[in-house]
C-alpha cells in the first residue's frame, strides 16, 4: 500500500491533566519556655580553657588523655576543697584569643559544655 496521496492520520492527543494536592502540613511545636540565647565566651585577654574540676583522679587523667588526642595541650593542678583534694583541668597555653575561642568550641563540642576561658 501506498501513503501517497492519503491525509495523515491525525494521532489524538491526551491531555494529562495533573492535581495540585496540598502537602500535609508539618505541625510545628512552639515552646512556650522563654530562655536567653547562651551568651559566647568573651575570651579576649584569656589565655586557657578550663574543661573542668574532678575530685576522682582516674576522672581527671582520663579526660586529660581525651583532650590531647584532639591535637590540645593539657595543665593540671591540685587544690583542696572542703579538705578534699581536686584536680583542675586546663588545655592550653593558647597564643591568641582566637585560638582559645576555637579551643573552647572544641572541648564544648566534646562534651564538656561547661568549659570557660580563664586566664
Not at 39 to 51: D, H, L, N
Not at 98 to 107: D, F, K, Q, R, S
Request: charged share 20%; glycine share 10%; aromatic share 6%.
Amino acid at each position: 500500500m501506498s501513503t501517497q496521496g492519503q491525509t495523515p492520520r491525525r494521532v489524538q492527543q491526551r491531555q494529562v491533566v495533573r492535581q495540585q494536592v496540598a502537602a500535609p502540613r508539618k505541625q510545628v511545636r512552639v515552646s512556650t519556655r522563654t530562655s536567653a540565647p547562651r551568651k559566647p565566651a568573651a575570651v579576649t585577654g584569656k589565655r586557657f580553657v578550663q574543661v573542668g574540676n574532678f575530685g576522682v583522679v582516674s576522672n581527671a587523667q582520663n579526660t586529660a588523655a581525651r583532650v590531647q588526642r584532639m591535637g590540645l595541650s593539657v595543665r593540671t593542678g591540685k587544690f583542696s576543697r572542703g579538705g578534699k583534694e581536686m584536680r583542675i583541668f586546663l588545655a592550653g597555653l593558647f597564643k591568641s584569643s582566637v585560638h582559645v575561642g576555637g579551643a573552647l568550641n572544641a572541648v564544648r563540642k566534646a562534651g564538656f559544655r561547661d568549659a570557660f576561658a580563664r586566664n
